[in-house]
Nanobody
Framework: QVQLVESGGGLVQAGGSLRLSCAASGRIFSIDTMGWYRRAPGKQRELVAAITRGGRTNYADSVKDRFTISRDNAKNAVYLQMNSLKPEDIAVYYC?????????????WGQGTQVTVSS
């Protein structure tokens, strides 16, 4: 069984920074795309940023130039550096990974971590 565990959420003032981390564990052969999604109150879940195993990235327009996604393939980990945070970034952030494991290929989610930005 593959598990994704997130950390790094919390409360920060507008303009501040947070760094989210997510580590995958279990019987993992390889991980393709990893990403971060978020669900704001009253809204649907949306893609924030994604990164392929080779390092190609994709960002939502609302976070370009403020957020940076990175990964460490040796650690099966993905990170999201969030700078210049705004109240509209308030959401539960979820880690996602496309994993080839002992039971085959699957799409996995973390439990979510709350990010709150005070104005």
């Amino acid at each position: 069984q593959v598990q994704l565990v997130e950390s790094g959420g919390g409360l920060v003032q507008a303009g501040g920074s947070l760094r989210l981390s997510c580590a995958a564990s279990g019987r993992i052969f390889s991980i393709d795309t990893m990403g971060w999604y978020r669900r704001a109150p009253g809204k649907q879940r949306e893609l924030v940023a994604a990164i392929t195993r080779g390092g190609r990235t994709n960002y939502a327009d609302s976070v370009k130039d403020r957020f940076t996604i990175s990964r460490d393939n040796a650690k099966n980990a993905v990170y999201l550096q969030m700078n210049s945070l705004k109240p509209e970034d308030i959401a539960v952030y979820y880690c996602n990974a496309e994993v080839l494991g002992s039971s085959g290929f699957g799409n996995y989610w973390g439990q979510g971590t709350q990010v709150t930005v005070s104005s």
